[in-house]
């Protein structure tokens, strides 16, 4: 089992800034790819960044050059800084951990509401 943290979020003007983290624990050497995906009122779930184990990133256009995705191994931690926040940029965002093996699991966190005021 791996559990997932999130802090960090809020409410913050369009143009602003904000910096979520998300601590995982448990059977951590299981998780290969830790990302964000975010839901909207009345949209599905959406990717917004990912990174594997090795480092490799991948961002959804709407986030490029906006949002940065890192991770610190020796924290278990992934970070996900936010800039030049959009209000529709406006969502629930979910930490995930994807494990591929034995059989392929995607672990969530607790979901944290963000808001941008226009």
């Known amino acids: 089992q791996v559990q997932l943290v999130e802090s960090g979020g809020g409410l913050v003007q369009a143009g602003g800034s904000l910096r979520r983290s998300c601590a995982a624990s448990?059977?951590?050497?299981?998780?290969?790819?830790m990302g964000w995906y975010r839901q909207a009122p009345g949209k599905q779930r959406e990717l917004v960044a990912q990174i594997t184990s090795g480092g490799s990133t991948n961002y959804a256009d709407s986030v490029k050059g906006r949002f940065t995705i890192s991770r610190d191994n020796a924290k278990n931690t992934v970070y996900l800084q936010m800039n030049s926040l959009k209000p529709e940029d406006t969502a629930v965002y979910y930490c995930n951990g994807y494990r591929p093996n034995p059989i392929p699991y995607n672990y969530w966190g607790q979901g944290t509401q963000v808001t941008v005021s226009s």
């Open positions: 448990g059977s951590i050497f299981s998780i290969s790819t």
